[in-house]
């Protein structure tokens, strides 16, 4: 076990992941990497190339007020070393908002040796390294991301711990460096499984998150989880309602997540922007009394996807793009209060 009293490190890293989950904001995710941008970008028509990238997030990081509802903004490695059209870094831009900066840090996924349909993080090589570049140039934290799968007879243990060990080996090289770990472990909603059994796989893999977090001697008061919302496969014939989700989601976590950890900010792993919106308002209205972390969001398509809809690639949209990613991120700041009211 860890000292109880902290020592200053260990503050700056309680303050920063404190501050990422100040209350009415949550994080931005937009660590696309290149190739997942350009997916997105394929299926609008938007032609795949650095510009196109660097376009859409200048306009995301010049839309005005979004530092009102946007805490910290994931960033790739690519986009953390570009500049504006004006030649201002997007660094200067985050900071001129108020937005705390970070930086997606895995490599991605993996076929896992001997366990068909199952992935592993990569990433750990020359992580320290990475890191401490990244810590120079001003980001405050970092994010790595592994992925469990639902199917027949998986997630197999051996899945489960190669991923919670490679999340705990990063987590514990970002706090040597002063890096706040976003740590998430995402259960995707592909399948038609139920929701009980996306429950039963969540909890599965919190648990071995957590034991590893605890043998790599992570400070959990310095880390934000994120985790996927509890919800019926995305095949699943009986699709579980609003309130359900949220108190199957929050119940999970109660079970699994120690309350040193300062915020859960969920990821939206393709869900609709509203549905994503109307279940964290109802995690919030549910449980704000009684869950001991801030409950938050960190989405990307969530957010993202309604503006980019618009954009497509049009520097004319650029405005009415701009409006609808603004109206996307208040509603999520509303909804981590629990006061988001879904348009009638
Ligand atoms: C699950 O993906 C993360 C959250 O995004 P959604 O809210 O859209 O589910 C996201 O941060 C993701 O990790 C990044 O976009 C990077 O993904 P890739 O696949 O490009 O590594």
Redesign the pocket.
Known sequence: MGAVELTSAARDLTTTARMMMQAGKGIL?M???N??ANRRFAKLGIPQTVDARRAWRELILTTPGLGEYISSA?LYDETIRQTASDGRPFLVLLAKAGIIPGI?VDA?TKDLAAHPGEKVTEGLDRLRERLTEYRQMGARFA?W?AVIAIGEGIPSPGCLLANAHALARYAGLCQEVGLVPIV?P?VLMDGGHTLERCAEVTEATLHVVFDQLHAQRILLEGIILKPNMVLSGADCPVQAGVEEVADTTVKVLLRTVPAAVPGIAF????QSAEMASVRLNAMNVRWRDKAPWALTF?????IQQPAMDVWKGDARQASAAQAVLKQRARANGMARGGVYQPPS
């Open positions: 995710a660590d696309e990497s190739p997942t994931i997606k991605g994010k991301r998430e995402e990821l939206s792993g393709g960190s989405f990307s398509r969530a």
